[in-house]
């Protein structure tokens, strides 16, 4: 089955600099990968999706990338605020290619805080 | 819309006695997802649904779980009996993939289970 690693639990940084998160998976590269944004004492809400034949998509001050050579994507946050704290999770479609499974396998997440 | 709804939001039991947690998907959606998510194992897939019928129940832990969907607008998911590991948030979702190109999951407030 499909394993999923976010570098780290926890990830503080400086209000205004760049927070960069990793989210490595091991077996097969899935269809696409999502990322979602979790607050305390709240379910996650979706962010991006990113498709196993793109390298890079932007959504305001986030930017994911996914590189299938090395089993690995990567999720930006510029100009980041305090706001922006929260949990952030990986999440990955189990099927090969093509349109996805629908059903999705999570990372447990990393916690990021952004520090005025 | 006002988005998937669960109940309770907060339910405390001692083991042994029965567990009903509700969800109520967004309308139009035609898959329903049950997680649980606790520190030690994060967010994970129990069963899911595709037009009310469950499509992979693989992730429900042991026969004490079930979960049904009698209808569009209604899914519960049942322990009995309950036992202190089942204490979790316990999170329903909604999606409608062939609609939506990014096939995000809507999730719901959650359930907070404490068993005693």
């Known amino acids: 089955s499909q394993k999923i690693e976010q570098n780290s639990e926890a990830l503080n940084i400086q209000e205004g600099k760049t927070a960069t998160l990793t989210c490595n998976y091991t077996?097969?590269?899935?269809?696409?990968l999502q990322w979602y944004r979790q607050d305390p004492g709240r379910g996650p809400v979706f962010l991006l999706l990113?498709?196993?034949?793109?390298k890079e998509k932007r959504k305001e001050r986030l930017k994911v990338t996914f590189d299938t050579t090395l089993k690995q994507s990567l999720f930006h946050i510029t100009a980041s605020q305090p706001a922006d704290s929260a949990t952030y999770l990986c999440?990955?479609?189990?099927?090969?290619?093509?349109?996805?499974?629908?059903?999705?396998?999570f990372g447990k997440g990393t916690k990021l805080s952004v520090i005025p | 819309d006002a988005g998937v709804i669960q109940s309770p939001r907060h339910e405390v039991t001692e083991m042994g006695q029965e567990v009903t947690l509700r969800c109520k998907p967004i309308?139009?959606?035609?898959?329903l997802f049950w997680y649980r998510q606790t520190m030690m194992r994060g967010l994970e897939l129990l069963i899911y649904?595709?037009?009310?019928?469950?499509?992979?129940d693989s992730g429900m832990p042991e026969d004490r779980f079930s979960a049904k969907m009698p209808n569009a607008s209604f899914s519960t998911l049942k322990i009995q009996p309950s036992e202190p590991r089942d204490s979790a948030v316990y999170f329903c979702?909604?999606?409608?993939?062939?609609?939506?190109?990014?096939?995000?999951?809507?999730f719901g407030p959650g359930t907070r289970l404490t068993v005693l």
């Open positions: 979702a909604s999606s409608d993939p062939l609609a939506d190109s990014y096939n995000e999951q809507f």
């Open positions: 077996n097969y590269s899935p269809a696409y």
């Open positions: 990113i498709r196993e034949n793109e």
């Open positions: 999440a990955l479609d189990y099927a090969y290619s093509g349109a996805g499974s629908y059903q999705l396998t």
């Open positions: 309308s139009g959606h035609d898959y």
């Open positions: 649904f595709n037009n009310n019928v469950p499509i992979d």
